[in-house]
């Protein structure tokens, strides 16, 4: 962030909650491609079931020129390319990070 001649300030909270969007990310990524390692009945993590969870994931779009490029579209060994790979609805895989309790019940929405 300081890095960028056009930023003058940064809050003290900036970094922290940057920090810990860049680890809810990498969470969710993580596991969604261990779900892949699992279908492939593997027991090691490789960058094929990463690829897999990010085509797999409308968010993570955003990563497919980074982690996939246009010569690897095809899954190692699978012959599966990008265009033949059943998409995975959000609303079948949930979301797997849920918030944790902070100290005290949660209220619900309405409560205080």
Same mark, same amino acid.
């Given at each position: 962030?300081?890095?960028? $001649?056009?930023? *003058?300030?940064?809050?003290?909270?900036?970094? =922290?909650?940057? %920090?810990?969007?860049?680890?809810? !990310?990498?969470?969710?990524?993580?596991?969604?491609?261990?779900?892949?390692?699992? $279908?492939?009945? *593997?027991?090691?993590?490789?960058?094929?079931? =990463?690829?897999? %969870?990010?085509?797999?994931?409308? !968010?993570?779009?955003?990563?497919?020129?980074?982690?996939?490029?246009?010569?690897?579209?095809?899954?190692?060994?699978?012959?599966?390319?990008?265009?033949?790979?059943?998409?995975?609805?959000?609303?079948? !895989?949930?979301?797997?990070?849920?918030?944790?309790?902070?100290?005290?019940?949660?209220?619900?929405?309405?409560?205080?």
């Amino acid at each position: 962030m300081k890095a960028d $001649e056009d930023v *003058r300030m940064i809050s003290a909270e900036a970094p =922290v909650i940057f %920090a810990k969007a860049c680890e809810m !990310v990498i969470l969710e990524l993580t596991l969604r491609s261990w779900i892949h390692t699992e $279908e492939s009945k *593997r027991r090691t993590l490789e960058k094929n079931g =990463v690829a897999a %969870a990010i085509s797999r994931t409308d !968010v993570f779009d955003f990563l497919m020129d980074i982690i996939i490029p246009k010569d690897d579209l095809k899954e190692e060994g699978s012959g599966v390319t990008k265009l033949t790979m059943p998409r995975v609805v959000v609303d079948s !895989v949930p979301y797997y990070y849920s918030q944790q309790q902070q100290g005290g019940d949660a209220l619900g929405p309405g409560e205080s």
